[in-house]
């Protein structure tokens, strides 16, 4: 028999905004008097550099070197790099307000100062609890250029009554020094955020806490600068990257992000795949360094959906309930010295028959005709993984691809030919030519997982730590196609691409504890010599400690 598919929550379950219509997010146009007046808005493409003579399933060797990639990779940290939450002196600003800044005591309202001065203000929040109102939209709208900063102990709280606190489309906003919290009342604002709520172009976020929020704590737009934040306990996300023109070029740096997905929004809408510490969606182009991402009520973070070009390095990622990193649907990425510590404890004995990761890498690799660095191999090097439920898995959905049912990116397509390979021209009539059988599909290739540590004390887990759980797995495989009826990817296609076809290569990484493997398809389980063994050839130049349980 086949083996089946994947369970709830692990490659099946995405809603995602289609082309020329409004997408659940729903970001409004604020009008004055605080009304929301619904806008549809267009999804927007990335801009892609295609190369006609670049292979769509380039293989280079283990040895290739990626493209520019603007600094060496560090070290994987030995403790969380950015201790920010409750650390005064990381967050606090200054105590008598800038020259030129207009001074905002409580009693007065930090929109209506706002309102009447002109762009480029600065303000500066004295001490103390400041608020809007008790109107639902009630809300601070910058104007281009402005800076709001807080003096020590300066909060800015919705009281649970305000759904927002910054929104808007100014460009150029800075945000630091504040504590902002309690904007929207409990399981609201799903898909939305409270700081920069539109996701508007050049903001800065920097040294505030950011807590106790409905939705997302952040919008993340283009060009934006989030760091050095305490991003915690908030409804759905710490931040969420996602605006429906473009997202680019943005830094992601030095941020505590804990505790979140407070509201449990995976239960609320079904698995909806839509929760974790943060979340990228269709970024160009992303640093994501040295933040401590820690104990969030899902996944830690989530790039979902065509993000590409990403820098993902110098990270602490710990104890978050389900996977520490996902990257889905996606390309161009290194994923470098970052460390990865009981991540996965909670989904992973829920989730038997397919391992809860520290890392899932699901349908994604390399490509060169996609934009950003690391577009000839996708790095996975220098990680240090201990005490995951799992390691690493790459995985490929045989039946998700432009086109299909099962792709639940809905009107999405790949990054790779979106001239002529679209979500509506990949259908039966075309998807058993050239260039859609090869370029309706996102694949994971070239991906490189390499000097790498893992270590696995099933003790220091549980009982419930054993093989049959799912528990000690690195994995390389796919499902067996099925459907749609006229999908050219049935039976063992995508397993025998993923395995032997796409580049996929684990090498030089370094296993201490009782590993198992998963390997071409889905249920195939291998010990180490037959994983190191042909047909496979996996791991060479590598080093076990403990083959066995």
Partial sequence: MPPEGPPEGNATERRTPAAGRTWYRRPPVLAAGGLVVAAALVAGGISVFKDDNASANAQPTASAAPTSTASAAPKAPTAPPAKICGVESALAG?????????VVSTSQNLNDLTTHNPAGTTFWLSPGTHRLGTAQFAQVIPKDGNVYVGAPGAILDGGKLNRYAFTGYATGVTVKNLTIQNFGPPRTNNDEGVVNHDSAARWTVQANTIQHNAGAGVMIGDHNVVRGNCLQQNGQYGFSAYNPGKVSGITVDHNEIAGNNTDDWENLKGGCGCTGGGKFWEVT????????VHDNHSAGLWADTNNTGFVIEGNYISGNLAEGLIYETSYNAGIRGNT??????GKGPQNKGF?????????SGSDQRAPGVFNQTFEISGNVFTDNWAGVILWENADRFAGSAANTSTGSGTLVNPSVVTAKTCNATTINTQPYISDCRWKTQNVRVHDNVFSLDPDNIGKTCVAGSGCGFNGLFS??????????????????AITFHQGNRFFNNTYAGPWNFIVHEQG?????????????????????KVTER
């Fill in 285 to 292: 182009g992303a640093i994501v360094r040295g933040n401590w």
């Fill in 340 to 345: 990865f510590v009981r991540n996965g404890l």
């Fill in 479 to 496: 499902n067996w196609g099925t459907f749609p009826k006229w999908s050219p990817y049935k039976n063992a296609v995508i397993q025998d």
């Fill in 94 to 102: 200054p105590a008598t307000a800038p020259a030129g800044a207009v």
């Fill in 355 to 363: 391992p809860t990761p520290a890392l899932y890498i699901s349908e």
């Fill in 524 to 544: 195939n389980r291998a010990n180490w010599a037959s994983w190191q063994g042909a047909p496979y050839g996996q791991d060479s130049d590598s080093v076990i």
